[in-house]
């Protein structure tokens, strides 16, 4: 043993690979040796007397780190021979030996054998024989161990190990036995200690709360000290810690076990037991006589009191044993006697927390241990497990009466665990049952059968929101589940607002990656009369991976149960969460507001290395996905899906051409690289995402966690194709003025398209070139298309209130786009705007018209129709344009 390492020298010559297979085939655990210290590398060069011995270092996987395949971490201790410039044989050489006289290190070939002989083992087993180790298992008494040598079987758990107690364990040769929180150390003389790795296991067997104090009647698993408090739970905003117990909870040494009285046959009888008697007293009371056997316990563990009669020997009416044999008895004719024997049974230690407590609250008690011996103390999901909560005597809220509403928000499910998310309009506790989907329809819920079960959470807050964990379920099973509130004063919901939170829910067959989650609603404001509502949710999960949320109403609920969570994670929103600092916070807008709506989710773990086509799991910033539309003759409604926020969305609909054939809208020009965004490009066309975010329909998402975004395109032209697409970015900070702004960082022009929708509005078509007549004359209107006409669809006829005005080549401006009448781009599939509606803006440089080729000196092909040119300097001036100029 060096420095708490076991080594072991072999002269024999292997390669790195055989080496290591010889070092793990002889020794538990070993591998080829880590050198941590001097002495170490000093005992090892010793042992190779004039050999050089290859030893655990390589940079195999990266040149010039040196990692120990002992344990794969890096090493830190070296001792190379700088004189040369160890090492130095860069990527040819990627192992180590103490190949110089010295015993300094260098580099060699790891399979090449003429470069080094003999190496060196590592094993950790012996290590495992330190530490603090109990001398029972109750953990009265303790050992400490110190490591001597690695004496015995190179491949056995037996070493040679000294305690401090010299005369019980010196010498001795041990094993060791592992278990998952603890060690039994076995001596060859049969003795058996006990080493834990964790705290002593406490378990809260009851809370009694009076007006005044509290007392927990608690167990402990093996002598620990025990420290416990009390917290109003109205305000227990977290779960205390071992040291925050320790500092302001009542603490006590307690054992697991004591020595307890049992009585033997009835209490009084003329039966009496072979026993070897310790001593006999004369006593005036039976409580005397075993007091007398409880100080000289464990000599004593048999008090006989003579009722009647005595010791037929010395007179005395109070024996004491120390054996006896409870099969073997006598009956006597002349006393009467009462048996009592001592056993170690197990303790339930009574510990009272003093204190002024509120009448009629509810209280949470909780308890850490501490081993008095290694000072290890509880973790702080152990002293989670410990909580047990009462209410204390009397009314906090002068016993109203009043019945407490309850309403079901939502909730999620787990393998074992179903936790509806509930709220109650007064401060309290909210209980949830669950029963087997087979009892469902037998009777009604009863708010004893809920509060029995004894799941519930404390309401701080009218109106909010909390989760109730109904756990210990079966996998897979379809259960019923009810809730009920429980005011401070004790007042319950009434039986109809119970049976109206019913519903049909069955667990998962995997465990959900959520560990709370919480529902608001709030009314929406609209711009006309009607009512609508949101819910906004907050979802803690506590792995990466994928959240997945759905939208039910409270009627369809009752009726069908609670959706699974294979159709969640089909027909549900779902988000990626890659970061766990954070809730998630999800948006659900436009819910009528004169019915319920509950949100239930569900989660999974992932690493998303199994990512393939999903664009929005790619994307680093956030992605919109168009959800569902509605049209009608002028608008397009989209209901939009954001995965994750601060985000600011756009969308845009362009009209398929309809001259001279109707066509799809060509997709605008883009940029060389398309994230992260600069400035608006000049000259050429806009990229796609300029095009998107210059669009005047924007939506704000403020949630980190997303949501959803509506937009009403409108007006747009009747009876005509669009294609849809909306754009998301992550949300731009105000800068002041004058400042650059930062790059827009959001969708790529791939995921971009991928949101394409294609839509026709109703009504009829506008035909572009339109029909036109003269006043008094006859006039033919043929070639009427569009969608959804009706024989109660007319012919509107109208004033043109600006012909001529813009003569362009001599002719008429049929398009009437003269700068009198509209300002528009230069697609041709684009017509002038209806009375009242906004210019176009798709041409920030103004008004247009079309003209021969080197009519005018501004004159520049069109970037949508290349072979047509146009001008801007004509619309300036209400003159025929020719050929020879203005």
Same mark, same amino acid.
């Given at each position: 043993?060096?420095?708490?390492?076991?080594?072991r020298?072999?002269?024999?010559?292997?390669?790195?690979?055989?080496?290591?297979e010889?070092?793990?085939a002889?020794?538990?655990?070993g591998?080829?040796?880590?050198?941590?210290?001097e002495?170490?590398?000093?005992?090892v060069?010793n042992?190779?007397?004039?050999?050089?011995?290859?030893?655990?270092?390589?940079?195999r996987?990266?040149e010039?780190t040196?990692?120990?395949?002992?344990d794969g971490?890096?090493a830190t201790?070296?001792?190379?021979?700088?004189?040369?410039?160890?090492p130095?044989?860069?990527?040819?050489?990627?192992?180590?030996?103490l190949?110089y006289?010295?015993?300094?290190?260098g580099?060699?070939?790891?399979?090449?054998?003429?470069?080094f002989?003999?190496?060196a083992?590592?094993?950790?087993?012996?290590r495992d024989f330190?530490?603090?180790w109990?001398?029972?298992?109750?953990?009265?008494a303790?050992?400490t161990?110190?490591?001597t040598e690695c004496a015995?079987?190179?491949?056995?758990r037996?070493?040679n190990v000294?305690s401090n107690?010299t005369a019980?364990?010196t010498?001795?040769?041990?094993t060791i036995?592992?278990?998952d929180?603890?060690?039994?150390?076995?001596?060859?003389n049969?003795?058996?200690?006990y080493?834990?790795?964790g705290?002593?296991k406490?378990t809260?067997s009851?809370l009694d709360?009076?007006?005044?104090?509290?007392?927990?009647?608690?167990?402990?698993?093996?002598?620990a000290?025990?420290?416990?408090?009390?917290?109003d739970?109205r305000?227990?905003?977290?779960?205390p =810690?071992?040291?925050?117990?320790?500092r302001?909870?009542?603490?006590?040494?307690v054992n697991?076990?004591?020595?307890?009285? &049992?009585?033997?046959?009835?209490?009084?009888?003329?039966?009496?037991?072979?026993?070897?008697?310790?001593?006999?007293l004369?006593?005036?009371?039976?409580?005397?006589?075993?007091e007398?056997?409880?100080?000289?316990?464990p000599?004593c563990?048999?008090m =006989?009191?003579f009722?009647?009669?005595?010791?037929?020997t010395?007179g005395?009416n109070?024996?004491?044993?120390?054996?006896?044999?409870?099969?073997?008895?006598?009956e006597?004719?002349s006393?009467?006697? =009462?048996?009592?024997?001592l056993?170690e049974?197990p303790?339930?230690?009574?510990?009272?927390?003093?204190?002024?407590?509120?009448?009629?609250?509810?209280y949470?008690?909780?308890?850490?241990? #501490?081993?008095p011996?290694t000072k290890?103390?509880?973790r702080?999901?152990?002293?989670?497990g410990?909580?047990?909560?009462?209410?204390s005597?009397?009314?906090l809220?002068?016993?109203?009466?009043?019945k407490p509403?309850?309403?079901?928000?939502?909730?999620?499910a787990?393998?074992?665990m179903?936790?509806?998310?509930?709220?109650?309009? #007064?401060?309290?506790?909210?209980?949830c049952?669950?029963?087997?989907?087979?009892?469902?329809?037998?009777?009604?819920?009863?708010?004893?059968?809920?509060?029995?079960?004894?799941?519930?959470?404390?309401?701080?807050l009218?109106?909010?929101s909390?989760p109730?964990y109904?756990?210990?379920?079966?996998?897979?099973?379809?259960?019923?589940?009810?809730?009920?509130?429980e005011?401070?004063?004790?007042?319950?919901?009434?039986?109809?607002?119970?049976?109206?939170?019913?519903r049909?829910?069955?667990?998962d067959?995997?465990?959900a990656t959520?560990?709370?989650?919480f529902?608001?609603?709030?009314?929406?404001?609209t711009?006309?009369?009607?009512?609508?509502?949101?819910?906004?949710? =907050?979802?803690?999960v506590?792995?990466?991976g994928?959240?997945w949320?759905?939208?039910?109403?409270s009627?369809?609920?009752?009726?069908?149960?609670?959706?699974?969570g294979?159709?969640?994670?089909?027909?549900g929103?779902?988000?990626?969460i890659?970061?766990?600092?954070?809730?998630?916070? /999800?948006?659900?807008?436009?819910?009528?507001?004169n019915?319920?709506?509950?949100v239930?989710c569900?989660?999974?773990?992932?690493?998303?290395?199994?990512?393939?086509?999903?664009?929005?799991m790619r994307?680093?910033?956030?992605?919109?996905s168009?959800?569902?539309?509605?049209?009608?003759?002028d608008r397009?409604?989209?209901?939009?899906?954001?995965?994750?926020?601060?985000a600011? &969305?756009?969308c845009?609909?362009f009209?398929?051409?309809t001259?001279p054939?109707?066509r799809?809208p060509?997709?605008?020009?883009?940029?060389? /690289?398309?994230?992260?965004l600069?400035k608006?490009?000049t000259?050429?066309?806009?990229s796609?995402?300029?095009?998107?975010y210059?669009?005047?329909?924007?939506?704000?998402?403020?949630?980190?966690?997303?949501?959803?975004?509506?937009?009403?395109l409108?007006?747009?032209?009747?009876?005509?194709?669009?294609?849809?697409?909306?754009?998301?970015?992550?949300?731009?900070e105000?800068?002041?003025?004058?400042?650059e702004p930062?790059?827009?960082?959001?969708m790529?022009?791939?995921?971009?398209r991928?949101?394409?929708?294609q839509?026709r509005?109703?009504?009829?078509f506008?035909?572009?070139?339109?029909?036109?007549?003269?006043?008094?004359r006859e006039?033919n209107?043929?070639g009427?298309?569009?969608?959804?006409?009706?024989e109660?669809?007319?012919v509107?006829v109208?004033?043109?209130?600006?012909?001529?005005?813009?003569?362009?080549?001599g002719?008429?401006?049929?398009m009437?786009?003269?700068?009198?009448?509209?300002?528009?781009?230069?697609d041709?599939?684009v017509?002038?705007p209806?009375?009242?509606?906004?210019p176009?803006?798709f041409?920030?440089?103004?008004?247009?018209?079309?003209v021969d080729?080197?009519a005018?000196?501004?004159?520049?092909?069109?970037a949508q129709?290349?072979?047509l040119?146009?001008?801007y300097q004509?619309?300036?001036?209400?003159k025929?344009v020719?050929?020879?100029?203005?």
């Amino acid at each position: 043993l060096v420095e708490g390492a076991c080594l072991r020298y072999f002269t024999e010559t292997r390669d790195f690979n055989a080496s290591r297979e010889l070092c793990a085939a002889t020794a538990l655990g070993g591998d080829l040796a880590r050198i941590d210290a001097e002495n170490q590398s000093s005992w090892v060069f010793n042992q190779a007397a004039g050999q050089r011995p290859l030893i655990g270092l390589t940079d195999r996987i990266l040149e010039g780190t040196w990692i120990s395949p002992y344990d794969g971490k890096q090493a830190t201790y070296f001792q190379w021979n700088a004189t040369v410039g160890e090492p130095n044989g860069d990527s040819i050489e990627n192992c180590v030996a103490l190949i110089y006289p010295s015993g300094a290190w260098g580099d060699v070939r790891c399979d090449n054998t003429a470069d080094f002989d003999g190496f060196a083992c590592r094993s950790e087993a012996c290590r495992d024989f330190s530490g603090t180790w109990m001398v029972n298992a109750e953990g009265y008494a303790a050992e400490t161990l110190t490591q001597t040598e690695c004496a015995g079987t190179w491949a056995g758990r037996g070493f040679n190990v000294v305690s401090n107690r010299t005369a019980v364990s010196t010498g001795l040769e041990g094993t060791i036995v592992y278990f998952d929180d603890s060690a039994e150390l076995q001596w060859d003389n049969g003795v058996v200690w006990y080493r834990h790795s964790g705290a002593p296991k406490l378990t809260i067997s009851m809370l009694d709360v009076s007006e005044s104090s509290a007392q927990v009647i608690l167990n402990v698993s093996r002598r620990a000290q025990v420290s416990c408090g009390i917290v109003d739970a109205r305000y227990s905003l977290r779960t205390p =810690t071992a040291l925050e117990l320790e500092r302001w909870g009542n603490t006590a040494l307690v054992n697991p076990t004591a020595p307890q009285y &049992v009585q033997l046959g009835e209490l009084t009888s003329r039966t009496d037991y072979e026993q070897a008697t310790l001593k006999t007293l004369p006593v005036t009371i039976i409580e005397e006589c075993e007091e007398e056997c409880f100080k000289l316990y464990p000599s004593c563990v048999l008090m =006989t009191f003579f009722v009647s009669g005595s010791d037929l020997t010395t007179g005395d009416n109070c024996r004491l044993s120390q054996a006896f044999d409870d099969n073997k008895t006598a009956e006597s004719a002349s006393a009467l006697f =009462t048996h009592k024997a001592l056993y170690e049974l197990p303790l339930k230690y009574k510990m009272t927390l003093s204190g002024s407590l509120w009448p009629g609250a509810i209280y949470h008690a909780y308890c850490s241990t #501490r081993d008095p011996y290694t000072k290890i103390h509880s973790r702080w999901d152990e002293i989670e497990g410990t909580r047990v909560t009462e209410r204390s005597a009397g009314a906090l809220d002068a016993g109203s009466l009043n019945k407490p509403r309850i309403y079901l928000m939502g909730g999620y499910a787990s393998l074992t665990m179903l936790v509806p998310v509930a709220k109650a309009n #007064r401060e309290g506790r909210i209980f949830c049952g669950a029963r087997p989907a087979a009892e469902a329809t037998t009777s009604n819920w009863t708010a004893k059968a809920i509060t029995d079960q004894n799941y519930f959470s404390i309401l701080v807050l009218p109106n909010a929101s909390v989760p109730v964990y109904i756990r210990d379920l079966s996998p897979n099973t379809r259960y019923e589940i009810a809730c009920v509130s429980e005011s401070d004063g004790g007042a319950l919901s009434s039986d109809e607002d119970i049976q109206e939170t019913r519903r049909l829910w069955s667990t998962d067959g995997a465990v959900a990656t959520i560990s709370a989650m919480f529902v608001e609603v709030e009314l929406q404001t609209t711009a006309t009369d009607s009512e609508l509502q949101s819910l906004r949710t =907050t979802v803690t999960v506590d792995a990466i991976g994928y959240l997945w949320c759905y939208v039910m109403r409270s009627e369809d609920l009752k009726e069908l149960g609670v959706p699974s969570g294979s159709v969640i994670r089909t027909d549900g929103l779902v988000a990626k969460i890659e970061d766990l600092r954070s809730d998630f916070f /999800g948006f659900y807008p436009d819910l009528p507001a004169n019915s319920s709506h509950e949100v239930y989710c569900t989660a999974e773990e992932n690493d998303f290395s199994n990512e393939t086509d999903a664009n929005s799991m790619r994307s680093p910033y956030p992605v919109a996905s168009i959800l569902t539309h509605e049209v009608g003759d002028d608008r397009i409604r989209l209901y939009v899906k954001v995965d994750r926020g601060p985000a600011t &969305v756009y969308c845009r609909a362009f009209r398929w051409a309809t001259l001279p054939t109707g066509r799809r809208p060509t997709t605008p020009l883009l940029p060389s /690289g398309a994230e992260p965004l600069g400035k608006p490009r000049t000259g050429g066309g806009q990229s796609f995402q300029e095009m998107m975010y210059t669009s005047p329909f924007v939506f704000e998402v403020p949630q980190s966690g997303g949501g959803i975004a509506e937009f009403n395109l409108a007006p747009v032209a009747t009876g005509s194709l669009f294609d849809v697409y909306c754009y998301a970015e992550e949300k731009l900070e105000e800068v002041p003025p004058g400042s650059e702004p930062p790059p827009r960082m959001g969708m790529t022009e791939e995921a971009i398209r991928q949101t394409l929708l294609q839509v026709r509005t109703t009504g009829p078509f506008y035909e572009v070139s339109g029909w036109h007549c003269v006043s008094g004359r006859e006039c033919n209107i043929t070639g009427v298309r569009g969608d959804g006409l009706t024989e109660k669809d007319r012919v509107l006829v109208r004033k043109d209130p600006c012909p001529g005005i813009c003569s362009c080549n001599g002719k008429e401006d049929a398009m009437r786009k003269g700068f009198s009448c509209s300002n528009v781009s230069q697609d041709l599939g684009v017509s002038a705007p209806y009375p009242g509606q906004l210019p176009d803006r798709f041409d920030p440089d103004g008004e247009w018209c079309y003209v021969d080729p080197g009519a005018c000196a501004d004159g520049r092909p069109s970037a949508q129709f290349p072979t047509l040119t146009l001008s801007y300097q004509v619309c300036k001036y209400n003159k025929r344009v020719d050929q020879y100029g203005v």
